[in-house]
């Protein structure tokens, strides 16, 4: 069917349901000790229980209870007793042939989240389940109809996972991004998950139906399992509204089914049927005993739990406006500092911006190096100690490193994990300049290049740059290009 | 025997004879005989381990002998499926080392066991007698075995069973067929089929079974061998293979109560690896052989005899459930007769519970990872080709059964369902539980049938657990005493069959084993004499 993706949908308003599966950071599996771990070669990370071997027993990880208590606390979900299910089909990634997951009494129900943009959008329930292995189709295209044969990795089997159900409460594909981000950065900031779509660490599938604008009704829905990243998600949604706005303009029905997004073509296509769907048989699962997560517990983990991405963004923007942000320039500007801004709180960042600010550095420069340089490699700024990437910009700001030293030293300390700015600045050769020593140097540039010189004074001010870079090449860098500029104009007005 | 102290050791393969030591309440004199006679020339467990610590014996020549009898033996019965005899010797000889260095080699030193195929031992062959793991080498020793190897005993090697435990005849058994030591014509009940036949022919001292709708004490009463089921939670389920998570309970098979004790002793305890496993382990745990429990009588103990798994009997296995009341009234217990009609529930919520969790247990053979594997091209062909031809008949009728029962649309009226029943079969234990300490009737409404007799018959088949599911859907413990004999059904109806061996059950609440042990220590020392069985280590 041929879809005008962009003004299909006149008329018609999207009704939108996320359900979100994050891996929860846990040393190990849902149920036995081997490792939780991405990218190891396959099949290292198993045992007899996350192979389903005969007569292997699971015994529940309990910081994996933890870890999903501290996100339904961050959702102002209800934490409850409850029971584990087994939720029973046949897949060759999935080595028992059931999974082990929540059903009728879930860990977190009720709830909900609100958007940076304002709206309120419902949780229905947050719970715990197992995670499968991963199949790789090979030869053909890479999928399953056409491969000649399939490798299954059972490393991420019984990994696991909190799969977090929105109500239908999303409008429009922009909400549905802004969701995911904003939970995504709350999965993060509650210590509960790396929430990475890139490494499937965070997965989401969709239910959508669209209505008449102005009606209250819910129409036939769709699913749209496994979209992958922010994007895929924005333009799945945007081509199924568009599809079925047209389904009903031209007076037909849509009809509920699972549906796959097709990356390469941008459309949506029939997996299964609701006929086709299948019948889970799910029973309490006997091997396991009910979770009775005591009120202590969650007194404890309520008490523990960090500030979240909300009020962690507002407090930075208040940085800003106390400071009078003078030097962000107009309502664009501001934007894009909002961007960057949120953008460090979703990733955990902000504590290094934080720690800068506190040591005296400007909110602007701190924004600036942080959401630049340090955000540039996620992985290894989280495992920055705060306190000395707050000195290295506290050198920047006190001219003695220059910005490009700063970026070199920055490196080293991401490189290593940890270190001290300023011993590190010295390894590198980066000792601080002293102003005299950086007149003496220009003033024997100038001497050696007395028709540059002439040039400069007569008002050639783009000599400046030559100036520099033979200060530069004097002094092997150490020198602060702006102290360069300033002794030159002041030789300048004094010849 | 409990004479058979580190004082006296009995020597290693010879008969001890009649035991001795009358038990103070068998000296009313009214009973048939006074004290058991031992089926066989066998050895008792207590006798090896006292043997073998007391140095008067050694581990590897106790283990050898034994390899010698089953290598004889079993070709006539079929107990074994796998006889592991190098790695059990060698773990004998690590027995014998202990002694000789003055370590405590523990309190099972040189006894050589048997375990049901459907626990796993390391690196030796545990398929569940089906085709679908035929060759399956575990890397892994189940939480029990282990437990009895740290205690110096010596797994020799693996029993036949019904496939994955479905059954009550061990006929549905994908290898062999296994003949019952007292008729080799008669099946030696099931499922832990092998390890009873095993264990009254001598070949084998004791042996580990499964019980989940009364897969001990089914055919420990017809082999005429002690069979235990212990209160849910009390033996660690990891590593035995899961048939109905709910209900399975690893338990011991022996010649005597005493045994049954010492076995049970040592595989009970919390297991951090069993969710379900009991945590805070009751005082008695590990001490149920001590003169406290068995010696203790029963004077004052108030016994239920009851009706539901007494009346329905053969008339014969009735009889000798009523002596054995009568018995236990003239030492002092206070008998009297009690009705759960609840109980009438019980068989059928049982093929809708242990079907439903089996059809998901079982749901992990899809050829994928271990065991056969058939089939070429989609993952779905090797799945559905490899389970068509992996399962027997009976395991794929309970993985339809239980399919059905929990599938959208039935959930309620069937899985749903049998679960309430649970629940009102729990509250109609315990109101009896009040009244009394132990309940008492038959563990089979028959003795051994002819092999062949009900293949054909599921429903028939399905009646034989009708004494024994009750205690499984509530949790409880339950064993099985042999007390004499009752003459088998002759072939066509009119004339008279062999004398085969009757089991009278005693049932008791949950964590009630003390109790339930010294009744059936009484029992046993009341115990009419019986012939030893035809298949027997003696007429080697």
Redesign the interface.
């Known amino acids: 069917m041929a879809v005008d993706a962009s003004g299909g949908s006149v008329g018609y308003e999207p009704v939108i349901g996320l359900e979100v599966h994050c891996e929860l950071a846990t040393a190990t599996k849902l149920f036995c000790s081997c490792p939780n771990s991405f990218g190891d070669e396959p099949n290292t990370n198993v045992c007899?229980v996350c192979?389903?071997?005969?007569?292997?027993?699971?015994?529940?990880n309990e910081r994996a209870v933890d870890l999903a208590i501290r996100v339904g606390l961050a959702l102002h979900s209800d934490v409850r007793q409850c029971t584990f299910h087994?939720k029973?089909y046949?897949?060759?990634d999935m080595?028992?042939?059931?999974q082990i997951s929540q059903y009728d009494e879930p860990l977190n129900a009720g709830g909900w989240l609100d958007l940076p943009s304002g709206t309120r959008v419902g949780v229905t329930r947050a719970h715990l389940e197992e995670d499968t292995g991963k199949t790789v189709h090979m030869g053909g295209t890479g999928r399953i109809h056409d491969a000649t044969f399939?490798l299954?990795d059972y490393n991420r089997a019984g990994v696991p996972l909190l799969e977090i159900v929105s109500e239908p409460d999303i409008r429009s594909p922009q909400e549905a991004r802004e969701y995911v981000a904003e939970l995504r950065a709350i999965l993060v900031a509650a210590g509960a998950s790396k929430a990475r779509m890139e490494e499937g660490s965070m997965r989401v599938d969709v239910n959508i139906s669209v209505r008449p604008a102005g009606s209250a009704s819910l129409a036939t829905r769709c699913e749209i399992k496994n979209l992958n990243s922010l994007r895929s998600l924005v333009r799945a949604l945007e081509y199924e509204i568009a599809r079925q706005a047209e389904v009903y303009r031209s007076g037909g029905s849509v009809v509920q089914e699972t549906r796959h997004f097709d990356e390469d073509t941008g459309r949506t296509a029939s997996l299964r049927s609701k006929e086709e769907a299948h019948?889970y048989?799910?029973?309490e699962e006997?091997?396991?005993?009910r979770l009775v997560p005591g009120q202590e517990r969650v007194d404890a983990i309520a008490a523990g739990l960090p500030a979240m991405p909300a009020q962690r963004r507002s407090e930075i923007a208040a940085l800003f406006s106390s400071a009078g942000a003078g030097t962000g320039g107009g309502a664009g500007a501001g934007g894009a500092r909002e961007d960057q801004i949120a953008g460090l709180v979703e990733n955990g960042l902000d504590g290094l911006l934080l720690a800068a600010v506190n040591g005296g550095v400007s909110p602007e420069k701190a924004l600036a190096r942080t959401a630049n340089e340090a955000a540039s490699r996620i992985d290894e700024a989280l495992a920055l100690d705060p306190e000395s990437y707050g000195r290295l910009l506290v050198m920047e700001e006190a001219g003695k490193l220059t910005a490009t030293q700063v970026k070199a030293v920055l490196s080293e300390m991401l490189d290593e994990g940890r270190g001290d700015p300023a011993a590190i600045a010295k390894r590198l050769g980066f000792e601080t300049m002293g102003a005299g020593s950086i007149n003496a140097s220009v003033e024997e540039v100038v001497a050696s290049n007395a028709a540059e010189w002439d040039r400069y004074c007569s008002g050639e001010d783009k000599l400046a740059q030559f100036f520099i870079g033979q200060v530069m090449k004097a002094t092997r860098g150490k020198a602060d290009g702006k102290a360069v500029v300033a002794e030159l104009q002041r030789l300048r007005s004094t010849r | 025997m409990r004479s058979a102290g580190p004082g006296s050791p009995a020597r290693p393969g010879s008969p001890e004879g009649p035991d001795s030591s009358e038990g103070s309440d068998a000296s009313s004199g009214s009973t048939p005989s006074s004290g058991p006679t031992p089926p066989s020339g066998a050895m008792s467990i207590a006798a090896i381990a006292a043997a073998v610590r007391s140095g008067e014996a050694s581990a590897a020549g106790i283990v050898e002998q034994y390899l010698g009898v089953i290598e004889a033996m079993d070709a006539g019965v079929g107990a074994f499926l796998e006889v592991a005899g190098e790695a059990a010797i060698a773990a004998a000889r690590r027995v014998d080392a202990l002694m000789a260095s003055g370590e405590d080699p523990g309190p099972l030193a040189g006894v050589p066991l048997a375990v049901k195929d459907?626990?796993?031992t390391r690196g030796v062959a545990?398929t569940?007698a089906s085709r679908i793991?035929a060759g399956?080498r575990?890397?892994?020793d189940?939480t029990a075995v282990a437990r009895l190897a740290a205690a110096g005993a010596v797994t020799v090697g693996k029993t036949n069973m019904d496939e994955f435990a479905m059954g009550s005849s061990t006929e549905n058994s994908a290898v062999c067929v296994t003949h019952n030591p007292y008729d080799p014509s008669r099946v030696p009940g099931g499922s832990s089929g092998g390890s009873a036949a095993a264990v009254a022919a001598g070949m084998i001292p004791g042996a580990l079974g499964s019980d989940t709708g009364g897969s001990i004490r089914q055919p420990a009463a017809l082999c005429g061998v002690v069979g235990v089921k212990p209160t849910y939670g009390m033996v660690s389920?990891?590593?035995?293979?899961?048939f109905?998570?709910?209900l399975d309970q690893i338990g011991p098979l022996t010649r005597s109560v005493e045994d049954a004790a010492l076995l049970y002793s040592v595989i009970a305890g919390h297991d951090?690896?069993?969710?379900?496993s009991i945590r805070e382990e009751p005082e008695w745990t590990g001490r149920l052989a001590a003169p406290d429990i068995l010696e203790k009588g029963v004077v004052g103990t108030v016994v239920g005899l009851l009706r539901e798994i007494t009346d329905g009997a053969d008339p014969e296995v009735r009889s000798r459930v009523l002596e054995a009341a009568e018995g236990l009234s003239r030492l002092g217990a206070t008998v009297e007769e009690v009705s759960i009609p609840e109980l009438r529930f019980a068989l059928p919520a049982y093929y809708l519970i242990a079907p439903?969790?089996a059809?998901?247990n079982l749901?992990?053979y899809?050829g994928?990872?271990?065991g056969l594997r058939l089939g070429d091209g989609s993952?779905?062909s090797v799945?559905s080709t490899t389970r068509a031809a992996g399962f027997g008949a009976e395991v794929k009728r309970r993985i339809m059964l239980g399919?059905y029962a929990?599938?959208?649309g039935y959930?309620d009226a069937y899985?749903g369902k049998a679960q309430r029943v649970r629940t009102v079969l729990v509250s109609a234990f315990d109101a009896a539980y009040r009244r009394f300490d132990v309940l008492l009737g038959a563990a089979s409404p028959t003795v051994a049938f002819r092999i062949g007799e009900k293949v054909n018959d599921p429903l028939a088949m399905y009646m034989s657990d009708v004494c024994t599911i009750p205690t499984n859907l509530a949790g409880h413990p339950a064993m099985s005493v042999p007390f004499g004999t009752a003459p088998a059904p002759g072939g066509n109806g009119s004339a008279t069959g062999p004398a085969m061996p009757v089991g009278v059950q005693v049932l008791a609440p949950r964590l009630g084993e003390p109790a339930m042990f010294s009744v059936a220590a009484a029992l046993e020392r009341i115990a009419p004499v019986t012939e030893p069985p035809v298949l027997d280590r003696q007429e080697l």
């Open positions: 007899p192979l389903a071997l005969p007569g292997s027993l699971p015994v529940l087994r029973n046949f897949y060759p080595p028992k042939d059931y399939s299954v019948d048989r799910y029973f006997p091997d396991l005993l | 459907n626990m796993c545990t569940c793991l399956w575990p890397p892994y189940a389920r990891y590593g035995l293979v899961a109905a998570s709910s951090p690896a069993d969710s379900t439903a969790e059809s998901s749901a992990r899809d994928m990872r271990y993952a779905e799945m399919t929990l599938s959208a959930y899985y």
